[in-house]
């Protein structure tokens, strides 16, 4: 049986960012855009609110709802983004074409799970870090396709859980690695392109701040869909070196 290979992996992570940037990107471009504005929202209800507040509780409590707001709607659109990324992303990965539409229909159905999913994961690698170093790298590699899993398979939360460990068994140490890499490439280059903004905003006038901030924008939204189609990749190459069957999406 041949082994999982970090560049093959790489090289599909990059195939499939090529095939779905327009439709993925797109669709993640909106969701931003949603969680932007509902974030400007928030905060500018909170400073009208403070600023004709005299009640020192009642402003407490108005932070307190803006603050648990502004944290479940980032949870949430961060889910509908990966639960639609990543159905767009398996169905380019059996080589169809990919819209939109197949974005939007992936997130409708599988945002909740994603959610509950992407909590569950969250608290168990930290523990994990927290515990001892290694068994939250070990719990990285072992739920690295948790996600893929849920969304192909329809496995649930705690199957998706199960399924990502049985496809990762005997592979962890590369896949680990490959995640160890791509973070630091990840890393370096918001570094390189921060320092570069940093500059050129020094000089900017308007036009030209607009402009950075849409790279910033493009940038970010390129990062999210590299992370899905990664993980996405990950899953495909496991499961053809385990000779499973993906599964179709969008039946």
Excluded at 183 to 210: C, E, H, K, Q, R
Excluded at 234 to 249: F, N, T
Aim: with cysteine; glycine share 10%; aromatic share 12%.
């Amino acid at each position: 049986m041949r082994s999982f290979e970090i560049g093959s992996t790489f090289a599909r992570t990059a195939g499939l960012v090529a095939r779905t940037w327009r439709s993925a990107g797109i669709f993640l471009l909106l969701v931003q855009m949603v969680n932007y504005a509902a974030s400007f929202a928030l905060i500018a209800t909170l400073g009208v609110s403070a600023t004709f507040s005299h009640n020192i509780a009642g402003s407490i409590s108005l932070i307190s709802g803006v603050v648990f707001g502004f944290l479940a709607l980032y949870l949430l659109t961060m889910a509908a983004g990966m639960a639609g990324v990543t159905g767009a992303l398996l169905k380019a990965d059996r080589g169809e074409d990919v819209t939109v539409g197949d974005s939007v229909t992936a997130a409708a159905q599988m945002t909740l799970p994603v959610l509950g999913l992407t909590i569950l994961w969250f608290i168990g690698v930290y523990l994990g870090f927290i515990l001892l170093i290694v068994p939250g790298c070990m719990l990285l590699a072992a739920w690295s396709v948790s996600v893929p899993a849920l969304v192909a398979e329809e496995a649930g939360v705690f199957g998706a859980f199960a399924r990502s460990r049985t496809l990762t068994k005997g592979f962890r140490f590369k896949i680990f690695l490959a995640l160890l890499l791509a973070i630091v490439a990840m890393y370096l280059g918001f570094a390189a392109l921060a320092f570069l903004w940093a500059d050129a905003l020094s000089n900017a006038g308007f036009y030209g701040a607009i402009a950075l901030l849409v790279g910033i924008v493009a940038a970010t939204i390129l990062t999210l869909l590299t992370i899905q189609a990664l993980l996405v990749a990950i899953y495909g190459e496991l499961i053809d070196l385990k000779g499973d069957r993906v599964m179709d999406v969008f039946n």
